[in-house]
T-cell receptor
Framework: GQNIDQPTEMTATEGAIVQINCTYQ??????LFWYQQHAGEAPTFLSY??LDGLEEKGRFSSFLSRSKGYSYLLLKELQMKDSASYLC??????????WGAGTKLIIKP | GAVVSQHPSWVICKSGTSVKIECRSL??????MFWYRQFPKQSLMLMAT?????????EQGVEKDKFLINHASLTLSTLTVTSAHPEDSSFYIC??????????FGQGTRLTVV
């Protein structure tokens, strides 16, 4: 079957760095997305990886290893507004979007 | 988590025809449903938000007469792409939520217009 695993919840301190991991087993691979979702709001796009390596965008970076079926989202200089759920999603060979359950990130002062 | 089922997952249609995509919440009542469109390597674009029993609210730049949204019940919303053209080929995704809870996503529908 198809599966995406990510931690249910993580806690970090304001100003620190946190890494949210995502592992996947899917039938084929056409890209991996990370989204941020605040409670009660629609998700917003953070990153897209289709090739191995690290993609950096300001405070957020995303890494992909296709051979390992692994990705992580790295958040630096954490701010209170970064408290949200972070969703990992993979597009498989049939272009179906397979979603992880999301990681709830709690930022403490 | 809650289950949102989207159907079909893959559809090919001829230019000028209409295509209907269904989004169902299987184990909860979805007071709000969101419809998104995603082009390859681009961000998820919110097209419209629909609340059960009322007209959908469309985002700026989305043609409401072309993308008809019906949210007639608490478990079903449909998106109909009318008079589809090749430029409408895309990946359409729905999500649903109950009240102010987090939204759960469907599997997506890949539409190819030939």
């Amino acid at each position: 079957g198809q599966n995406i695993d990510q931690p249910t919840e993580m806690t970090a301190t304001e100003g620190a760095i946190v890494q949210i991991n995502c592992t996947y087993q899917t039938s084929g691979f056409n890209g991996l997305f990370w989204y941020q979702q605040h409670a009660g709001e629609a998700p917003t796009f953070l990153s897209y990886n289709v090739l191995d390596g690290l993609e950096e965008k300001g405070r957020f970076s995303s890494f992909l290893s296709r051979s390992k079926g692994y990705s992580y989202l790295l958040l630096k200089e954490l701010q209170m507004k970064d408290s949200a759920s972070y969703l990992c999603a993979v597009i498989d060979s049939n272009y179906q979007l397979i979603w992880g359950a999301g990681t709830k990130l709690i930022i403490k002062p | 988590g809650a289950v949102v089922s989207q159907h079909p997952s893959w559809v090919i249609c001829k230019s000028g025809t209409s295509v209907k995509i269904e989004c169902r919440s299987l184990d909860f009542q979805a007071t709000t449903m969101f419809w998104y469109r995603q082009f390859p390597k681009q961000s998820l674009m919110l097209m419209a938000t629909s609340n059960e029993g009322s007209k959908a609210t469309y985002e700026q730049g989305v043609e409401k007469d072309k993308f008809l949204i019906n949210h007639a019940s608490l478990t079903l919303s449909t998106l109909t792409v009318t008079s589809a053209h090749p430029e409408d080929s895309s990946f359409y995704i729905c999500s649903a939520r109950a009240g102010e809870t987090e939204a759960f996503f469907g599997q997506g529908t890949r539409l190819t217009v030939v």
